[in-house]
């Protein structure tokens, strides 16, 4: 679920392919959830803000339930990422679906590599001038 | 006696169409997109996510297209729209030290573990305009490092703190939720979570004026930043019908440690205090003006005096929303036209008393004298 809410609508609709037949046991919805953080970064808890969160809850015609939660207001989104959730539980690992999965969390892995590495040659290397003898 | 005054309609209307043709402006220039703003104006869409209390870049950017650029209007906007939305439950607390980092200073140490990193800065630019931007096709390419950031660094005030020179900063007995001013009404003397959210979603301008007052010694404090950090954080959140923990994605948050001078009590020795910002988006600014003001008014929990406007909280609690402080100043445009011809015919009765008295003083003087 965690690759699946940092994926884009267009890259979970590729890896779907063609919607299952399914319920909409929650239809895709747009709240929010109020974020907390903690003074001092581990102390008491604080309300830092809201943030736009779309969740979906589908079953297929098997009966199996999927699940979608992600930041944003993408309905459609949400309600794919929702259909993927239930396919995945019902294939074995290794299948296709997982190793789309898996390339994607790998995509998203190299993502942040690339920006931390953009960050680290911006890494200060301090030398001290030495005066005199 | 009150007299309902009807009309203005077709006026309003009027205006309504005025300033869609103001927003668009030239209508030879092609059109702004909001995924434009999103991109190229994130730090403007930072600002409104903070003061709209709403982290959707989208959103931000969709404000900021529709109120021209008016950072107030636009967090407006955003507050307005959150309370159409249902709210789902509470996330778990962020884990900041977990930050994927992009930015991270310490004006405390020169060699901290993970380095001084100093990412995306205007800090050491030189002011200069870069004529370039006038036109189109700017590029840019940074470089890479051959290997990643460290994968976590330590926040600064934790190393200080392993020594136990740093005030000590756990959650009260019992991990308490957090008050929601949004929900229930800010009473005083206000907790810190109540004020960490209040300066969360304040005005920027307003605690960067307050932060500047403390350092110029209208509050007195002397602080360091510890450590200023800026990237993304994961948002974890336990729906009601799975039971467990679901990572949302990722925010960008700039996080603030303001170190600043001694406390001790009979309890316990000397050491250094703390001041702390947490914001949405990449507002290295707000961030500190908050920690700056976060640390002075933990000025009556330190036993200091509070003789200035930074420590005291109703006083900035009560300032810090400028989307309340902007509908109190300028509702003052609204028709007030009944209290005015109260205040109207006030002054003209005072008046003519006044020289009715005069009138009569004069006719009485002469009496007296003779």
Same mark, same amino acid.
């Given at each position: ?5 940092? +994926? ?5 609709? %590729? ?29 008491r808890?604080f309300?830092?803000?809201? +943030?736009?969160? %779309? ?47 898996a ?8 993502a942040?590599?690339? +920006?931390?590495?953009? +960050? ?6 301090f030398? %001290?001038?030495?005066r005199?003898? | ?12 209307? *009027? ?24 991109e190229?104006?994130? &730090?403007?869409?930072a ?58 200073? /310490?004006?405390?140490?020169k ?7 100093? @990412? ?10 870069? =004529? ?5 096709? /700017?590029?840019?390419? #940074? ?13 600064? #005030?934790?190393?200080? @703190? *392993? ?34 959210? /209040? ?10 004026? &307050? ?6 010694? =209208? ?9 200023v ?10 729906? $009601? $019908?799975?039971? =467990? *923990?679901?990572? &949302? ?35 290295? !600014?707000?961030?500190? /003006?908050?920690s700056?003001?976060? !640390?002075?008014?933990?000025? !009556? ?5 509070t ?7 109703? =006083? ?8 309340e ?29 006044? $020289? ?15």
């Amino acid at each position: 679920m965690a690759t699946l809410a940092r +994926a884009s609508r267009g890259e979970i609709e %590729t890896l779907l392919g063609d919607p299952p037949d399914h319920d909409l046991l929650k239809a895709p919805e747009t709240g929010t959830v109020m974020v907390e953080g903690r003074a001092g970064g581990a102390g008491r808890r604080f309300n830092l803000g809201e +943030a736009t969160v %779309t969740r979906c809850v589908v079953r297929l015609s098997n009966g199996r339930m999927g699940f979608s939660y992600a930041l944003g207001r993408d309905s459609r989104k949400a309600r794919l990422a929702a259909l993927l959730d239930a396919r995945l539980q019902d294939e074995a690992e290794g299948s296709g679906l997982h190793q789309g999965i898996a390339a994607l969390a790998t995509q998203q892995a190299a993502a942040r590599d690339l +920006a931390s590495r953009k +960050a680290a040659a911006t890494k200060v290397d301090f030398f %001290t001038l030495v005066r005199g003898s | 006696m009150y007299v309902a005054v009807k009309g203005g309609e077709a006026a309003i209307l *009027a205006t309504h169409d005025l300033v869609a043709e103001a927003r668009r402006g030239d209508p030879a220039v092609p059109e702004i997109l909001v995924a434009q703003i999103r991109e190229q104006q994130a &730090l403007a869409c930072a600002r409104v996510m903070n003061e709209g209390s709403l982290y959707d870049q989208d959103l931000a950017a969709l404000a900021l297209k529709q109120s021209q650029g008016d950072v107030i209007e636009a967090a407006f906007l955003m507050r307005a729209y959150r309370t159409t939305l249902p709210r789902f439950g509470s996330s778990e607390p962020l884990d900041t030290a977990a930050m994927a980092i992009r930015r991270r200073v /310490s004006a405390t140490y020169k060699d901290l573990p993970g380095g001084q990193v100093l @990412g995306p800065t205007y800090d050491y630019t030189h002011r200069l305009f870069d =004529f370039a931007l006038m036109d189109e096709g /700017s590029e840019a390419a #940074p470089r890479k490092a051959p290997a990643p950031l460290d994968a976590t660094m330590p926040r600064v #005030p934790d190393i200080l @703190g *392993a020594e136990g020179l740093m005030e000590a900063e756990e959650p009260p007995e019992g991990d308490p939720r957090p008050f929601d001013l949004t929900r229930d009404p800010v009473s005083f003397p206000a907790d810190r979570d109540v004020r960490l959210q /209040s300066m969360a979603r304040g005005d920027e301008g307003f605690l960067l004026g &307050l932060g500047y007052s403390v350092q110029r010694g =209208f509050g007195g404090t002397h602080p360091f930043v510890g450590e200023v950090r800026v990237g993304e954080v994961a948002v974890e959140f336990v729906p $009601e $019908e799975l039971g =467990f *923990a679901v990572d &949302l994605g990722d925010i960008t948050l700039t996080e603030c440690q303001m170190v600043n001078q001694f406390q001790g009590s009979k309890e316990v020795p000397p050491q250094f205090t703390r001041g702390y910002g947490l914001v949405f988006g990449h507002s290295e !600014r707000k961030a500190m /003006s908050m920690s700056l003001v976060d !640390r002075a008014l933990k000025a !009556r929990d330190f036993g200091e005096a509070t003789n200035y406007p930074a420590q005291q909280d109703e =006083f900035v609690l009560y300032h810090a929303d400028n989307v309340e402080a902007a509908g109190f100043v300028e509702h003052l445009k609204l028709p007030h036209y009944v209290d005015f011809q109260g205040e109207l015919e006030l002054i003209r009765r005072i008046r003519k008393e006044r $020289e009715e008295r005069l009138a009569q003083e004069q006719n009485a003087m002469p009496e007296a004298a003779e």
